[in-house]
């Protein structure tokens, strides 16, 4: 089955421990994106990788990392986690193509106490 | 820099047409497109419209874009039970590698 696979789903931590959400797709897909939605806000993008070595910064890049080391995973970093970085993070991957649809994982409700 | 903004709300009777509206700032978007996110889940594509387009139906689906305003609806016609979700409004580039989200309408159906 096609599918973005994120991990975990639900975690709850504390300020400035370093922490890693990982994604993986099977669908041998060249983009991978990480958003993160807050109510009111909408998505927001905070990397993108159009293929294997090459990542971009989305619009809300502070206090992430990403690495793209294989095509099929797309880990996000956070190497020092602060309260606002409290949100419901989403995974997505898509073909090369902007008309081509983007598959999303499920979701991971990130709490930074 | 670029901005796409809907209305957060919006309630239909079942049966009735839906329209949710969505306006956007960047006149070089080349990728309009409509998403759904249902309760605990992630975006799921709905379709999507190249800006050098007016209109685009897919089945109960009708997306209008007016570039001359930087409007875009989405018409859902006989809207039903199973409509009722989260709807983003998003736009990009032509290389599609960044992607800007509206905030979302939650469409809610009542009998």
């Known amino acids: 089955e096609a599918q973005v696979t994120q991990n975990p789903r639900y975690l709850i931590t504390v300020t400035g421990k370093k922490l890693t959400v990982t994604c993986s797709q099977n669908?041998?897909?060249?983009?991978m994106s990480w958003y993160r939605q807050d109510p009111g806000l909408g998505l927001r993008q905070i990397y993108y990788?159009?293929?294997?070595?090459?990542?971009d910064k989305g619009d809300v890049p502070e206090g992430y990392k990403v690495s793209r080391k294989e095509k099929r995973n797309f880990p996000l970093i956070l190497e020092s986690p602060s309260p606002n970085q409290t949100s419901l993070y989403f995974c997505a991957s898509r073909a090369t193509g902007g008309n081509q649809p983007q598959h999303f994982g499920d979701g991971t409700r990130l709490s930074i106490l | 820099g670029e901005d796409v903004e809907q209305s957060l709300f919006l309630s239909v009777r079942e049966g009735d047409s839906s329209v949710i509206n969505c306006t956007y700032t960047d006149s070089s978007s080349t990728y309009l497109y409509w998403y759904k996110q249902e309760p605990g889940a992630g975006l799921q594509l709905l379709t999507y419209?190249?800006?050098?387009?007016d209109m685009k139906q897919d089945q109960r689906l009708t997306v209008l874009l007016n570039k001359k305003d930087k409007h875009l609806s989405l018409r859902i016609a006989d809207t039903q039970t199973g409509d009722s979700a989260i709807y983003f409004c998003a736009e990009s580039n032509s290389s599609a590698s960044k992607i800007i989200f509206g905030s979302g309408t939650r469409l809610s159906i009542r009998p």
């Open positions: 669908m041998n897909h060249e983009y």
């Open positions: 990788s159009m293929n294997v070595e090459v990542t």
């Open positions: 419209i190249f800006s050098n387009m």
